[in-house]
Nanobody
Framework: QVQLVESGGGLVQPGGSLRLSCAASGSIVKIYDMGWYRQAPGKQRELVALITSGGSTNYGDSVKGRFAISMDNAKNTVYLQMNSLKPEDTAVYYC????????WGQGTQVTVSS
């Protein structure tokens, strides 16, 4: 079993920045990739960013150029640096890990509002 613990969410003004972290622990043999998804009220969960253990990245179209994902393989931790935040970025952000089974974190609220 793998546990994912997210941190770093909160309230920020439009144009501001936040950094999310997610640490994986438990019975980890190998992590193939880790990522961030988000779900706003009334909407489907969508990909924000994904990173493989080799460092390849993939971003959702709405966050390209504003968000950056990185991973510390030694710490089994993934980070999401979010810049130039917009009100439409408001959502619950979920961390994921593939080992190859998929695991999800509990989610952390990000609210962008003045």
């Amino acid at each position: 079993q793998v546990q994912l613990v997210e941190s770093g969410g909160g309230l920020v003004q439009p144009g501001g920045s936040l950094r999310l972290s997610c640490a994986a622990s438990g019975s980890i043999v190998k992590i193939y990739d880790m990522g961030w998804y988000r779900q706003a009220p009334g909407k489907q969960r969508e990909l924000v960013a994904l990173i493989t253990s080799g460092g390849s990245t993939n971003y959702g179209d709405s966050v390209k150029g504003r968000f950056a994902i990185s991973m510390d393989n030694a710490k089994n931790t993934v980070y999401l640096q979010m810049n130039s935040l917009k009100p439409e970025d408001t959502a619950v952000y979920y961390c994921s890990a593939r080992t190859p089974a998929y695991y999800w974190g509990q989610g952390t609220q990000v609210t962008v509002s003045s």
